[in-house]
T-cell receptor
Framework: SYELTQPPSVSVSPGQTASITCSGDKLGDKYACWYQQKPGQSPVLVIYQGTKRPSGIPERFSGSNSGNTATLTISGTQAMDEAGYYC?????????FGGGTKLTVL | EVQLVESGGGLVQPGRSLRLSCAASGFTFEDSAMHWVRQAPGKGLEWVSGIRWNSGNMGYAGSVKGRFTISRDNAKNSLYLQMNSLSADDTAFYYCAKSSTSSWGGGLDYWGQGTLVTVSS
């Protein structure tokens, strides 16, 4: 079965750039999505089709996807961005999630 | 405003069944594929099942295939998940999620608040 691998945790200082990676076989050939989940809340889609932002998502969120790696980049990270982040892709007719990355802003 | 409201969760004994429902509003339900995603307490997201706009195709995670059945009623703007032969491993929050497309391949652009299923004797 298809697997997506994320680092368990990433730390960043306020105002700096955070990068969260997601690795999978030929992931660049698929559309990758990213979700943000804060404690006690439902997930929110922040990036779809690898690079696109849904309406209402701040411009500081961006995505890239090439080769075997998709990357979520948060520029000028704010305290409110501290959350869990999950990548997601499609493998045939099934949805696959990465294990999630805890972003700490300190 | 898009709203997805799950119901039907609760405490159930191992081996028993439970049916979850998701009431949708604020969008044209029949235009969207729909999914169920679960999250065990303190764990990551796990896709459970998805169904295309016209019920023409369903997909299941290997962990639930043969035990869970997804269905929808476009006339009632509702999504369902019939869960049979439940075990402790099925204990989780179950989220209803809307796809950005009518078929496979889209992102999950709206999520419900989740309903907790606890399997325990």
């Amino acid at each position: 079965s298809y697997e997506l691998t994320q680092p368990p945790s990433v730390s960043v200082s306020p105002g700096q750039t955070a990068s969260i990676t997601c690795s999978g076989d030929k992931l660049g050939d698929k559309y990758a999505c990213w979700y943000q989940q804060k404690p006690g809340q439902s997930p929110v889609l922040v990036i779809y089709q690898g690079t696109k932002r849904p309406s209402g998502i701040p411009e500081r969120f961006s995505g890239s996807n090439s080769g075997n790696t998709a990357t979520l980049t948060i520029s000028g990270t704010q305290a409110m961005d501290e959350a869990g982040y999950y990548c997601q892709a499609w493998d045939s007719s099934t949805v696959v999630f990465g294990g999630g990355t805890k972003l700490t802003v300190l | 405003e898009v709203q997805l409201v799950e119901s039907g969760g609760g405490l159930v004994q191992p081996g028993r069944s439970l049916r979850l429902s998701c009431a949708a509003s604020g969008f044209t339900f029949e235009d969207s594929a729909m999914h169920w995603v679960r999250q065990a307490p303190g764990k990551g997201l796990e896709w459970v099942s998805g169904i295309r706009w016209n019920s023409g195709n369903m997909g299941y995670a290997g962990s639930v295939k043969g035990r869970f059945t997804i269905s929808r009623d476009n006339a009632k703007n509702s999504l369902y998940l019939q869960m049979n032969s439940l075990s402790a491993d099925d204990t989780a929050f179950y989220y209803c999620a809307k796809s950005s497309t009518s078929s496979w391949g889209g992102g999950l652009d709206y999520w419900g608040q989740g309903t907790l299923v606890t399997v325990s004797s």
